[in-house]
């Protein structure tokens, strides 16, 4: 399959600068506004915004079948009906409009009036994310997971080499970079022998995680195949669970995380496509004990995509806590959405599947503060000379990510996030 946007040679007239995640071969989608434009979509391309409903009045997208409609829409769900072919031709239009060699470069004023400065626009959740899923793909996660909390000889359940585990979340609370939180309060149980209380949790922690968007799945009752997979995902955010490790220790069991989890996810703006993605492509991991047939899968499915999370406390000082890596996931994407399907499910346009915290074997790349500071026993230090267990109030968590190969950079941006003391 070749993808004629990802090609690297391909320059932009546009200035893109050496360490933008946003070169002429990612050209990732998400929804902008700005004064007397409502939100559209838009892409990004350098520093700057294309705003494709004016593309679009000038002509340069016929023979697509996007609508002025599904370019002036709030959310991209309508544009997304349209499906993967229809994106991948897209994609590869604005591509050749803004390659410097391409076949549009002497209408480059009619083009200009399509750009608007990312520092001028303000961005808006992508999607209508109807249903979202977390997985809990990281083997070195629920290792370390089940080392804390269960027994270290038996720190994977039985189950998990064999099923991509998952548990639903709830979409109401997934929310856009940039915008803050609250410290969740709930009901927790700090010393065993004592009663549970109620109040502010204190053991806020991130999960460094990357979620995946669907197009419209099959009707309810049908099942789609690893090797069918990608034909039904559109394309990939930056997402931080916002967990509460005290909450969650308390009610977690029998039937897993609730209230602990459920008051805020963050995601990134821009939804970098799986079509992007392609050229970053990486072998998975060795699955053993064999897979049963309708979770193996064929080639490299694995995406290497460089993480880091950082957190800046409230007088602006920035500490990166965790490197880790996106290839580093046991399961895959189409083993989960295979799984996820193959009792009949049905996915949507715009549902959600969130990967699980990504951690690497190594402590410097263990996605969320419970692993890092291994229950609070190793705090972090910050410039500023104070530390970390968990996250204080005034802290802000950014997870950034990219993917880096022949000259190339794809990225994600980034997702920041700043915590507020409980109401
Ligand atoms: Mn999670």
């Known amino acids: 399959m070749t993808i ?3 090609d690297p040679s391909r320059k932009s007239w ?4 050496e360490n933008s995640d946003f070169p002429i071969q990612n050209l990732p989608f998400g929804i902008f506004s700005k004064e007397g434009i409502s ?3 838009g892409v990004a391309l350098g520093d700057q915004v294309i705003d494709l409903s004016a593309l679009h009045s000038n002509g340069f997208l016929n023979e697509l079948p996007f ?3 599904d370019l002036t829409s709030a959310v991209l769900n309508d544009m997304m009906k349209h499906g993967k072919q229809a994106f991948r031709d897209l994609r590869d239009r604005i591509a050749d409009i803004f390659d410097a060699n391409g076949n549009y470069v002497d209408r480059k004023s009619e083009i200009e009036s399509s750009l608007h400065s990312q520092d001028s626009v303000a961005m808006h959740l992508p999607v209508h994310v109807g249903d979202y899923t977390d997985f809990y793909s990281s083997i070195e996660h629920a290792t370390n997971v089940g080392t804390m909390f269960r027994d270290p000889n038996n720190a994977l359940l039985p189950n998990w080499k064999h099923i991509p585990v998952a548990y639903h979340g709830r979409s109401s609370s997934i929310i856009l970079s940039g915008e803050e939180i609250r410290r969740p309060k709930g009901q927790t149980r700090p010393n065993d022998n004592e009663p ?3 109040g502010p949790s204190r053991l806020l922690d991130f999960e460094l995680e990357m979620a995946f968007i669907t197009f419209e799945g099959k009707p309810l009752g049908n099942s789609i195949s690893t090797s069918e997979a990608e034909d039904y995902i559109f394309g990939m955010v930056l997402f931080n669970d916002w967990s509460a490790r005290d909450i969650q220790k308390w009610e977690y069991v029998p039937l897993g995380p609730f209230l602990a989890k459920n008051f805020a996810s963050s995601i990134s703006p821009w939804i970098v496509t799986l ?4 050229p970053f492509r990486t072998p998975g991991p060795d699955q ?3 897979v049963l047939p309708y979770l193996e899968y064929k080639g490299e499915k694995n995406i290497d995509i460089n993480l880091e999370v950082a957190i800046e406390s409230a007088a602006g000082s920035e500490k990166t806590v965790c490197n880790s890596n996106y290839k580093n996931m046991y399961w895959n994407m189409n083993q989960q959405l295979a799984h996820h399907t193959v009792n009949g499910c049905n996915v949507r346009c715009g549902d959600m599947m969130a990967s699980g915290t990504i951690s690497g074997s190594d402590p410097s790349s263990y996605g969320s503060m419970l692993e890092i500071t291994w229950r609070g026993t190793k705090p972090v230090s910050m410039p500023d000379g104070t530390e970390r267990k968990f996250i204080n109030d005034g802290d802000s968590v950014i997870m950034r990510g990219h993917c880096k190969k022949s000259g190339v950079r794809v990225g994600f941006g980034e997702v920041k996030t ?3 003391p409980a109401e």
């Open 4 to 6: 004629s946007a990802n």
């Open 14 to 17: 546009v200035n893109v600068t």
């Open 39 to 41: 939100p559209r979509t």
């Open 67 to 69: 609508g002025k409609e």
């Open 196 to 198: 549970p209380v109620y």
């Open 275 to 278: 079509d992007a993605l392609e």
């Open 288 to 290: 053993d004990p064999k």
């Open 418 to 420: 700043k915590v507020l």
